[in-house]
Nanobody, 122 residues
Framework: QVQLVESGGGLVQAGGSLRLSCAASGRSFSNYAMGWFRQAPGKEREFVAAINWRGGSTYYADSVKGRFTISRDDPKNTGYLQMNSLKPEDTAVYYC???????????????WGQGTQVTVAS
C-alpha cells in the first residue's frame, strides 16, 4: 500500500504559479512511477504529467507542455508539480497517483491521493 497526500493548491491569478506536492508513505515510493491528473467539474479525469521511477524520464500532456514541470525527491518520498503561466482552463482538482510505469491512462494507476483544488482566476 502507498498513501498519497497532495498539497499546495489554491487560488491564483492567470499567469501565476503554484507548486503542488505529493507526500508518499507506506511502500517505497521510489519503486513507482508517479503521475499527476486533474479533473474539472463535469469533465473526465485527464492526464497532466508523469515521471518514471528513477526520475529520468518525464511525460506531459500537450496542454501543459512548457508550462508545468514534474519532479520527484525520493529520499523525501515526495513528488512535485511546478505549474507556471497558469490559465483559467487549468482550474481543476489535481491528483497524484502511482503506478509501475508512467502511463497516461489513469486506469493504470493503483494508488491515489485525495486531490487538491487549483483555481485560476482570469
Amino acid at each position: 500500500q502507498v498513501q498519497l497526500v497532495e498539497s499546495g493548491g489554491g487560488l491564483v491569478q492567470a499567469g501565476g504559479s503554484l507548486r503542488l506536492s505529493c507526500a508518499a508513505s507506506g511502500r517505497s515510493f521510489s519503486n513507482y512511477a508517479m503521475g499527476w491528473f486533474r479533473q474539472a467539474p463535469g469533465k473526465e479525469r485527464e492526464f497532466v504529467a508523469a515521471i518514471n521511477w528513477r526520475g529520468g524520464s518525464t511525460y506531459y500532456a500537450d496542454s501543459v507542455k512548457g508550462r508545468f514541470t514534474i519532479s520527484r525527491d525520493d529520499p523525501k518520498n515526495t513528488g512535485y508539480l511546478q505549474m507556471n503561466s497558469l490559465k483559467p482552463e487549468d482550474t481543476a482538482v489535481y491528483y497524484c497517483a502511482t503506478a509501475m510505469r508512467p502511463y497516461s491512462d489513469y486506469s493504470q494507476y493503483d494508488y491515489w491521493g485525495q486531490g487538491t483544488q487549483v483555481t485560476v482566476a482570469s
